[in-house]
């Protein structure tokens, strides 16, 4: 009995041994080593994985009028944020330092109901010439249904010119909580927080 507990005991020990050296061996190999030591290759599940998901994605119709002759809005980059609007004006628009205008797009939309088009600045005009949107972000309901019109701004100390179809400003269409699910309440006092009411450069410069 005693040789039976020393043999028990013994083969024990060396499936401890392998157990643990095949641990050490795991924790050396990474994701793709193991999944191909099993016949499976990672890269083609998490792709496989990824179709899958965004074939569960429906896409939201913003639905739009093109009244002009340009092309028509489009996002240059499946994960861009916005797309462009174009200038839709027949002569030369100047606008002089510290002046604003107003440009047409010939552009309509219909905005879903729990979303707003909003109207941003283009970084690139805003950098080299000073031209921004001047109420941006410019927010157009959804239940809006007139031509889509920018207000510019030059911030600038030298006039600048639009252009028929210059690239002024961009779309970006943004979920809002409206009516449906966000109500205005009147109340005496707000709950407590860390940073009460501090405002403008309360929380210091560096």
Do not use: C
């Amino acid at each position: 009995m005693v040789e039976f507990g020393k043999e028990l005991s013994k083969n024990m020990d060396n499936t401890l041994k392998q157990i643990r050296a095949h641990s050490k061996d795991i924790q050396k190999s990474n994701d793709d080593d193991i999944f191909q030591e099993v016949g499976l290759d990672l890269h083609h599940m998490e792709s496989l994985a990824t179709k899958t998901a965004d074939s569960f994605v429906t896409q939201i119709e913003i639905k739009f009028v093109n009244k002009s002759e340009l092309e028509d809005p489009f996002y240059q980059h499946p994960e861009d944020s916005g797309f462009d609007f174009r200038a839709n004006i027949e002569d030369d628009m100047v606008i002089g330092s510290l002046q604003r205008i107003l440009v047409p797009t010939g552009l309509y939309f219909e905005i879903h109901d729990e979303y707003e088009l909003q109207v941003r600045p283009r970084s690139g005009l805003a950098i080299k010439h000073g031209i921004t949107v001047l109420n941006t972000p410019g927010t157009v309901d959804s239940n809006y249904r007139g031509e889509i019109k920018i207000i510019l701004v030059n911030l600038s100390n030298e006039k600048y010119t639009v252009k028929r179809g210059d690239r002024i400003a961009q779309g970006v269409i943004s979920y809002v909580l409206k009516t449906k699910w966000a109500k205005l309440k009147r109340v005496s006092k707000l709950s407590y927080s860390t940073r009460g009411d501090g405002g403008f450069g309360s929380t210091g410069k560096s």
